[in-house]
């Protein structure tokens, strides 16, 4: 093993809550008469992409709304939290950035997220070089989002690697789907609102330490 890929934002610090206040947010700033509760948020994160989850949602309400202008707002208000709050890392992504320290492997984020909130969250860990990542993807890339494995292929390009020299971190299940078609070994770190999905027989990030040492 030569290297780790966290796969979402909220491998590295749980921020999904934070996504959906800030979806409630706009929604209110538009004059829209919706507010998705945490059991509805679950249910929606089976699929990857905020902009789909607005537009489906648009559908589903029969409204006729600018789906690009409200995920914009969202995706705005999200930063400002994130920049605003003093947002922990997550106990086992931090153990696992500490071995692969350790043991020199090289560390990528392979995120779909806009490259603004990826940022805005770095930030507030002291940046990207400082927890030892030397790639970071984003929706700016401009690739198809997960479960499509076009991120991943990227990054294995990109640090001059092979499927088989990495392990995945994901926190859903399109993610892990991602790794898996790409051909990475992947390990589940479920967030507040994916813990009760169905990740199959995918291990989860406390078995990290087997991994590195194997």
Request: aromatic share 6%; proline share 3%; charged share 25%.
């Amino acid at each position: 093993m030569k290297a780790v890929f966290l796969g979402s934002i909220s491998v590295l610090a749980d921020t999904s809550e934070i996504q959906r206040e800030a979806f409630n947010r706009a929604f209110e700033e538009a004059g829209l008469d919706w507010h998705w509760s945490q059991d509805a948020y679950r249910h929606m994160l089976t699929d990857s992409g905020g902009k789909d989850r607005i537009a489906d949602y648009a559908e589903s309400e029969k409204a006729d709304i600018d789906v690009h202008a409200t995920h914009a707002r969202k995706t705005e208000i999200f930063q400002e939290m994130l920049r605003g709050g003093n947002i922990p890392m997550r106990p086992e992504t931090e153990k696992l950035l500490a071995s692969a320290r350790n043991h020199g492997l090289k560390v990528a984020f392979v995120s779909g997220t806009a490259r603004e909130s990826l940022d805005a969250l770095l930030e507030g860990f002291g940046g990207a070089e400082a927890l030892g990542i030397s790639l970071v993807t984003s929706r700016d890339n401009g690739l198809a989002p997960k479960p499509d494995p076009a991120l991943y292929l990227y990054a294995l390009a990109q640090m001059g690697l092979e499927a088989a020299d990495v392990t995945a971190v994901e926190d859903n299940r399109p993610g892990v789907d991602a790794a898996k078609a790409a051909g990475i070994a992947c390990l589940v770190y479920p967030n507040a609102n994916t813990q009760n999905h169905d990740f199959g027989d995918v291990d989860h990030l406390a078995k990290v330490d087997k991994v590195i040492a194997a």
